[in-house]
């Protein structure tokens, strides 16, 4: 599995991304699509995850401001995020995890910046 991630950028707090994650390969096995974040104090936090059955999760901080969804027919998933704050500036990873065989795949990262 191979993931292209996209979107970042630097934004005002109050503001708003979308990042966008691009799936190729063996696709048919992804069981979690998810984002993680890494801090400028190198926290590594699981921000959001979906699951094959539409279910989903996100950290504590971020409930109610971000969303993630998925496209299958584009392969994509994508992970809208509103009122940003500048403690959300972090290089936001997409991953997948599959089920044959197990293993967790991560795209490149993309850097987001919240100028306060």
């Known amino acids: 599995v191979q993931l292209q991630a996209s979107g970042g950028g630097l934004v005002q707090a109050g503001g708003s991304l979308r990042l966008s994650c691009v799936a190729s390969g063996s696709i048919s096995s992804i069981n979690i699509r998810g984002w993680y974040r890494q801090t400028p104090r190198n926290t590594r936090e699981l921000v959001a995850a979906?699951?094959?059955?539409?279910?989903?999760d996100y950290l504590d901080s971020v409930k109610g401001r971000f969303t993630i969804t998925r496209d299958n027919t584009k392969n994509t998933w994508y992970l809208q995020m509103n009122s940003l704050e500048p403690e959300d500036t972090a290089v936001y990873y997409c991953t997948a995890i599959t089920n044959y065989p197990a293993d967790l795949y991560w795209g490149q990262g993309t850097q987001v910046t919240v100028s306060s």
């Open positions: 979906l699951g094959s059955d539409g279910s989903d």
